[in-house]
């Protein structure tokens, strides 16, 4: 990635919060039946039958830095549970880009963050997230989170997408897996760094896996101030 195509991004400043996150927590029962439903329509797709516990959303959140302007990618945020954390966390300056194949997951997702312009939607596979953020003008990702499957994904497209993940992500920048199984590890094999840790606090238990980047690009070392703007976008 390189470092000339950051600049190009001006971020439009954004004080807008998630307006409706309180109606969201009064009709929880309703999205939890929309993840049962999508879960019994396409069970290898949405992979779980309940959402994110609560311990697991904060466990998660707690791996990103929010204290500076992020540009976050989701992978799969089915309904929505750790996007809104995400969200609810970082700043007004920041983006968070959802991919979600599921039609419902993402018409729920678009109406989730209609008041919120640095929330974008994409009803698309996450491949795309090279394209999309091309189309934004933006470098890079600080952090990239996913819960979807990838045990199911056949190898080749697994890989595909684990180096466009590498790729996208800015120097010293963490992609973030929560699954089932560790199984990722063995393909993951380009990140510099790879820590793990089994989160019972769910159902089910889930491996946390936080795979980092180099904080090198092209064989230059970027000084730790710098690193932690790299791939941050602040308004001009």
């Known amino acids: 990635m390189v470092a000339e195509n950051r600049s190009h991004f001006q971020c439009h400043r954004n004080t ?18 929309l993840f049962l439903k999508r879960f019994l329509q396409r069970p290898f797709q949405v992979a779980s039958i309940v959402p994110s516990s609560k311990a697991l959303v904060e466990r998660v959140a707690r791996k990103m830095d929010f204290s500076q302007p992020r540009v976050i990618a989701e992978y799969g945020p089915g309904e929505g549970v750790h996007s809104r954390e ?81 790729d996208a992500l800015a120097p010293g920048g963490s992609f973030i897996i929560y699954q089932v199984t560790n199984e990722l590890k063995q393909h993951a094999t380009f990140f510099e760094h790879a820590e793990s840790e089994y989160f019972l606090q769910n159902i089910p238990p889930m491996f946390i896996t936080v ?26």
């Open 86 to 166: 995400i969200a609810r966390r970082m700043s007004p300056d920041s983006h968070l880009l959802l991919f979600e194949l599921d039609p419902a997951f993402s018409h729920d997702l678009a109406r989730q963050f209609a008041r919120d312009q640095r929330v974008h939607v994409i009803h698309g596979d996450a491949a795309r997230l090279p394209e999309e953020l091309g189309k934004r003008g933006i470098g890079c990702c600080d952090y990239i989170l996913s819960g979807i499957p990838f045990s199911i994904l056949k190898i080749d497209k697994k890989r595909a997408l684990l180096q466009k993940t590498h």
């Open 211 to 236: 795979f980092q980047r180099s904080q090198s690009l092209n064989g230059r070392e970027y000084p730790a101030a710098q690193r932690t703007l790299v791939g941050a976008h602040r308004s001009a």
């Open 16 to 33: 807008s919060r998630l307006d409706n996150a309180e109606r969201r927590d009064d009709c929880s029962h309703l999205v939890s039946v």
